[in-house]
Nanobody
Framework: VQLQASGGGSVPAGGSLRLSCAASTFVSSINVMGWYRQRPGQQRELVAD???????NYADSVKGRFIISKDNAKKTVDLQMISLKPEDTAVYYC?????????????WGQGTQVTVSS
């Protein structure tokens, strides 16, 4: 699966951004799609993921502020981010994996920068 992420940018604290990830193929029945981020000097971490059945999982730090969604027809997975904080500043990566493999494995997009200023 080839993934192309877009939608990053720079916003002030409290602002909103929407990230989008387009997949070259989209086997909804076997893929778990997710968004991860890597802050400077830190390891890549899960932000949110969504299963083939539409079940979602969020990092505690983004619950209530971020929403992950997918469109099977368009082969996209989006991450709507509101009430952004400076600590959300990171490179965000789209990911696709089989549910049988652990998080942080599978296919990755190229990353998109999100910068939140205080």
């Amino acid at each position: 699966v080839q993934l192309q992420a877009s939608g990053g940018g720079s916003v002030p604290a409290g602002g909103s951004l929407r990230l989008s990830c387009a997949a070259s193929t989209f086997v909804s029945s076997i893929n778990v799609m997710g968004w991860y981020r890597q802050r400077p000097g830190q390891q890549r971490e899960l932000v949110a993921d969504i299963t083939s059945r539409g079940n979602t999982n969020y990092a505690d730090s983004v619950k209530g502020r971020f929403i992950i969604s997918k469109d099977n027809a368009k082969k996209t997975v989006d991450l709507q981010m509101i009430s952004l904080k400076p600590e959300d500043t990171a490179v965000y990566y789209c990911n696709a994996r089989s549910p049988s493999v652990p998080r942080l494995s599978g296919s990755w997009g190229q990353g998109t920068q999100v910068t939140v200023s205080s």
